[in-house]
Every structure is written in C-alpha cells, then in structure tokens.
C-alpha cells in the first residue's frame, strides 16, 4: 500500500476517533496488566465484569497476591480458563511485590519475564499505561492489516513490523487502538461492514460488502 494512502487512513481514523483508548476498565498500570492477562480468548465486557469487583476489593498487586488463587477464582470464575490466569496473576504479583514494590515495570524484557505475558500483552501495557509507540496484533488487528493491505504477513509478529514501519510517526502511539476498534466494530471476520466502512475507498480488499 502507498504511503500516501496509509496517511489518509489513519487520518480518518483519528478524525473518527481523536482520542481512542482499550475498552478494558482500569486505574492504574497495575490493573491494567492483569486486566489484559485475563482477557486472553475472553471478552473485554466479560473482564470488566469480573475485574469490576476485584479491583474494587482488591486494587493492588499486594491484595490480589493476600487472595490467594482460590480467593481469585472466586472473582474471575466467570472467564475462560480462569484456573491457569489465577495462577499466573498470583504468580506475577508475587513478582511484582517482591522485585518492584508492587509496581509493573515499562521494558519489555520485564514484562515479558512476568507469568502470563507475551510479547501482545507486553506491547498493549507498555502503549496503553505508558505510552511507548508499541502496536499489539491481535485477531482484530491481524485480520485488518491483511484484508485492507495496510501491512500484509503471516505471522502476528511480521504484521507488528510492518506496521511498524507504514504507520507514520504521529499515528504511531494511537494506531493500535484504532485498528482494534475497527477490526471490532467495522471490520468485523464473517461480514465486514464495508458499506459504512471510513476506508471503504482506500481499502485494498478485493470483496467488499455493501450494505
């Protein structure tokens, strides 16, 4: 795809939305690390629900870790494969109290060193709680970079690098919100809505759905 086309895209996205976010509910770094933990092959809404409670009870790596696992399924039974995301959030926030005074680091190799988080989850805590210009490719985000033509690959990662390398820098930060939330709610996997799509025309997708 064309530079130029690439800059009218992500200029429609902002103009959409000039200031997207996660649709995960949090407060601070912390909670949105396991936030994202859990949300694995789970729905945001679905983790809002749970995490709704837990963070209200216990807000702190320090409090979740005084829970224990049982104490922690007990709030987050309702999400898919709760039993092994309770052992790994148990086991990150032991980490966190014990090395980081209950804080979540901000390199990547620290993230990536807690239990539960790869290398997407790393990127959406590093971009989202602090600000790093980093892309997370997730279904949503792999499925559009490859349907539009934005960043075609095979894997995840090589999607992540080429987008790294089209966004231009000033999209850069918020160019993972925008993507998720399009792939979300407008590029959706059966039947894109391509007829109400802002891209429609700039869109390299060679079957395009009017409706």
């Given amino acids: ?13 902002k103009k959409a939305n000039p200031e997207p976010t996660t649709e995960l509910n949090y407060k601070t770094p912390f ?8 949300s694995a092959q789970a729905t945001d809404k ?17 409090k979740i ?6 104490g922690l399924k007990s709030y987050i039974k309702t999400i898919g494969l709760f039993n092994t995301k309770a052992k790994n959030v148990i086991k990150t926030c032991g980490i966190l109290v014990d090395e980081y005074g209950g804080k979540v680091p901000e390199a990547r190799e620290a993230l990536e060193k807690l239990p539960g988080v790869g290398r997407k989850t790393a990127n ?13 490719v997730d279904t949503h985000i792999f499925r559009v970079s490859n349907r539009t033509g934005l960043a ?9 690098n080429k987008l ?27 039947k894109p809505r391509c007829g109400s799509c802002t891209i429609e025309d700039l869109c390299e ?3 395009k759905l009017l409706d």
């Fill in 31 to 38: 909670q949105l690390l396991v936030a994202v933990i859990l």
């Fill in 1 to 13: 795809m064309k530079e130029e086309k690439v800059k009218e895209i992500f200029k429609r996205l």
């Fill in 164 to 190: 790294l390398k089209v966004v231009p820098p000033r999209y850069k930060k918020d160019a993972h919100h925008w993507l998720i939330l399009h792939g979300r709610y407008t590029c959706i996997a059966r």
């Fill in 46 to 62: 679905g983790v809002n629900k749970a995490t709704g409670p837990l963070f209200r009870d216990a807000p702190t790596a320090k």
């Fill in 65 to 70: 870790l005084a829970l224990g696992e049982p």
């Fill in 124 to 136: 959406v805590v590093m971009n989202t709680a602090f600000g790093h210009p980093t892309i997370a």
């Fill in 152 to 160: 075609p690959g095979k894997t995840p990662l090589a999607v992540e």
């Fill in 205 to 207: 997708f060679g079957e």
